[in-house]
């Protein structure tokens, strides 16, 4: 790997640490990348644990996915293609798998709306607590062509989103770095976190 690559690689070592520190990527759940300067893709290999990620453990991709090596990326690399091609100011793409995420997919049939939290000025564009946040929520589907086809269409209908959720499964988001998807990973933590917290309290009175 060139400079760039080995930091970019340094970078998402540590964020697959810190999510799986955090209870996000268990197992060999989830996935993440970054865009390198001239298009091409730093990948997770697939079936690698993320909490314990090497350089080894990640590939370069063309800009479409395919691996430039003999190994094999995630099973959900169109996903990142998808968000990359849709957002050309992003340069990172994680995909937790944290229990909040997962839970909420399952109960919030097509869509969750975050609305009036002040941490959702964390996204980009969001300048006051007083609006509405669309996180539209996906089946989940072995065919990760047929999903990111509906992931686009979803914001072809509904406009840019900064994340979004697939049932059983977990969320995708993403940011201009590394750190930026991080923060944004954080700040949908904490709002799954108050929604499902809120359910629980409806429920009781």
Known sequence: ??????????????????????????????????RLPDGKL????????????????LLIADAHGRSLD????SAETQLHVQAYRRFPAINAVLHPHSVNATLLSKLRGTALTLQDY???KAFPGVVTHACRVRVPIFANDQDIERLAALVDQ????????????????????????????????????????????????????
């Open 70 to 73: 003999d190994r094999r990326p």
């Open 1 to 34: 790997m060139d400079p760039i690559a080995t930091q970019l690689a340094d970078q998402l070592i540590a964020a697959g640490r810190e999510l799986y520190r955090q209870g996000m990527v268990p197992a060999t759940s989830g996935n993440f990348s970054a």
């Open 118 to 120: 002040e941490l959702l």
């Open 154 to 205: 979803e914001m072809d209908t509904h406009g840019p989103v900064p994340g979004y959720l697939i049932e059983g499964h977990g969320f995708y988001t993403w940011g201009e770095s590394v750190e930026d998807a991080l923060r944004h990973v954080e700040a949908f933590e904490f709002l799954f976190d108050c929604e499902l917290r809120m359910m629980t309290l409806k429920e009781t009175t």
């Open 42 to 57: 730093l990948l997770t290999v697939s079936g690698r644990h993320k909490g314990r990620l090497t350089h080894d453990d």
